[in-house]
């Protein structure tokens, strides 16, 4: 709901990877604040409207982004730049089992909730994105997919839960 961020546009892929991130350093992970910066500067090169034109989703670049400077990947090493891309991927794949337009905000919680579920699996420091989320652009999003988000339903979850 930030100001600085539009209901749609390549700011969220400069969001995703900033907010893992800084995650990681504020739980523990030890990186500087240079690391936070690095990758906000890569995601804010992913232009806006890849996910139709690339056939990439821009917050599933962003998790890429992060795990790279989480890992520390360059073109030259093999298994950080393995765990990058394949970090990619899975997000890429969650989010594209969704059939429907752009929603900035969906695709961002997604790769956010996803790339938690990743660093489990290979990162020092467990990331979390296990915040309770109230859309409140149903509204302003004139393409928004309604009860058929994979977050309206999460976010019900969340609410009933004791």
Known sequence: RHPAFPLHGPEHH????GIMVATYRN???NLGREAILTAIERGSKVPGGVC???GTCGAAAG???GMSVLCNATPLTPKARQ???QATARVLGRIAATEGARCCQRESVIALR???AL???FLPVALKADFPLRCRQQGKNKECLQRLCPLMGAARQHRSQP
């Open 63 to 65: 998790v890429g982004i």
């Open 114 to 116: 996803e790339a938690a």
């Open 14 to 17: 400069a969001l995703v990877p």
């Open 83 to 85: 765990l990058a891309q």
């Open 119 to 121: 660093s489990r699996e």
């Open 52 to 54: 139709g034109f690339w």
């Open 27 to 29: 739980l523990g992970g």
